[in-house]
């Protein structure tokens, strides 16, 4: 409860640092590129090789659900499926620039994230049961990123690549979760998304929508637990906005 209360304390903090950023700088940022004739503040960036900056994010978490053969057979659930949670991201951004328009990007992040498993029951009398899964995720992901020409001192990108993230809060492995849907710690995924870049004399303010898919089966089959019986395959996957300083 007290992790929850944190988590949801801290995510409220950082939407609105998040919000006041984007307030405070993007009417200014627009106002002051197209009243320039060049590309002033690009320049200055593009003659680095690298550069290091943080991110700051909130994401939006869910499963990807398939049930198994005995799902259709079961008398106990009508329904199971999973409800988006909110979290936020912290993290540290690497870039390397290969050539004029591509980047190789390392973002270690830690990420906080909430998603639950909703059973709804086959009769009238049953109840609803839920399965909360928080989880605190280390995550490393590598990008290659796809940039446009330059243009008033912003430019538009696209991103895609592969991501590592275990959950360090994973309570896949306490004695209390005996009787509970278990899901595995580990997980891989594809990443995917798109962003501006704006130039200022000191940083470069990127927002970027990305999105995350899983690629292995998250779930930890029990075949003594009806909850886990009626699952074939658990995916992950995310919608994430962040907003990164670079410089």
């Not at 995510?11 to 590309?39: E, R, T, W, Y």
């Not at 029990?222 to 907003?243: G, H």
């Amino acid at each position: 409860m007290l992790h929850l209360q944190c988590c949801k304390t801290l995510q409220s903090c950082l939407g609105l640092i998040a919000g006041l950023v984007l307030c405070s700088l993007l009417p200014v940022s627009l106002k002051a590129q197209f009243n320039q004739g060049s590309n002033v503040n690009y320049l200055d960036f593009q003659a680095k090789p690298y550069y290091f900056g943080i991110t700051l994010g909130y994401n939006q978490s869910n499963f990807r659900i398939y049930h198994s053969k005995d799902f259709i057979r079961n008398d106990s659930f009508a329904t199971v499926e999973s409800v988006n949670g909110p979290g936020f991201n912290l993290g540290i951004v690497s870039n390397l620039k290969i050539g004029e328009f591509f980047d190789i990007r390392f973002l270690p992040t830690l990420s906080f994230v909430e998603r639950t498993l909703r059973y709804s029951p086959a009769g009238s009398n049953g109840r609803i049961i839920t399965r909360p899964i928080e989880s605190v995720l280390v995550e490393m992901p590598f990008q290659v990123r796809y940039k446009s020409a330059p243009y008033h001192d912003f430019r538009v990108f696209v991103i895609a690549g592969i991501k590592y993230s275990y959950d360090v809060a994973s309570d896949s492995r306490t004695r209390q979760s005996a009787g509970l849907v278990k899901i595995a710690p580990t997980d891989f995924q594809i990443e995917y998304g798109a962003g501006i870049q704006f130039f200022f004399p000191y940083f470069i303010f990127s927002p970027e929508l990305k999105i995350s898919q899983g690629l292995n089966n998250m779930l930890i089959y029990n075949d003594r637990l009806e909850q886990s019986n009626v699952l074939e395959k658990v995916l992950s996957r995310c919608l994430t906005l962040s907003v990164h300083f670079e410089g």
